[in-house]
Nanobody
Framework: QFQPVESGGGVVQPGGSLTISCASSGSGYSVYSRHWSRQVPGRQRELVATINRDGSTNYLPSVKGRFHISRDNAKNTVSLQMDSLKPEDTGIYYC???????????WGQGTQVTVSS
């Protein structure tokens, strides 16, 4: 039902900002939770940020205070604003959505974010 598609990745200098977005098909009002995860080669994928149906959010401790997740139910989109970027934020960022707490996630294809001088 949902097919997330990410956009907005790119190369940014350390200390810079970047916003990545994800648009999904289907009704945004039926989404239970939206997530951003990232993966670096050789490491496990890690959950970066979550926004739930009630608007509550959760962040990976290393990005808290620097990243901000937001959503638009009408457009069925989720965005991740990333500030004060560090080289260790480099990775492929994936968007995923769930229809319920125990439902499997629908994943996008990922977008590359590179933080480098």
């Amino acid at each position: 039902q949902f097919q997330p598609v990410e956009s907005g990745g790119g190369v940014v200098q350390p200390g810079g900002s970047l916003t990545i977005s994800c648009a999904s098909s289907g009704s945004g009002y039926s989404v239970y939770s939206r997530h951003w995860s990232r993966q670096v080669p050789g490491r496990q994928r890690e959950l970066v940020a979550t926004i739930n149906r009630d608007g509550s959010t959760n962040y990976l401790p290393s990005v808290k205070g620097r990243f901000h997740i937001s959503r638009d139910n009408a457009k069925n989109t989720v965005s991740l604003q990333m500030d004060s970027l560090k080289p260790e934020d480099t990775g492929i960022y994936y968007c995923s959505v769930r229809e319920c707490a125990g439902c499997p996630a629908y994943w996008g294809q990922g977008t590359q974010v590179t933080v480098s001088s």
